[in-house]
């Protein structure tokens, strides 16, 4: 079922991206999806091994926090 406002385009990203990082420490609901336009290869890290990346790692931390902003 489509939305009510319709399909909208928000952003392309090319490799390497990281998609739902904004969210994921806020314990919020994801209301969007991503497709792939061209072939892909994706890895999906589980949330409790990436906090423990982000809680161990300074430098990790580091340039997440350096790619969001």
Excluded: Q, W
């Excluded at 990203?13 to 904004?22: F, S, V």
């Amino acid at each position: 079922m489509k939305s009510p406002i319709g399909e909208k385009i928000l952003r392309l990203n090319k490799a390497p991206a990281y998609l739902g990082l904004p969210t994921t420490f806020g314990d919020r609901v994801n209301h969007y999806s991503a497709t792939a336009i061209t072939k892909s290869e994706v890895c999906f890290i589980s949330l409790d091994a990436f906090k423990n990346f982000i809680y161990s790692n300074g430098n990790f931390a580091y340039e997440i926090i350096m790619d969001l902003c």
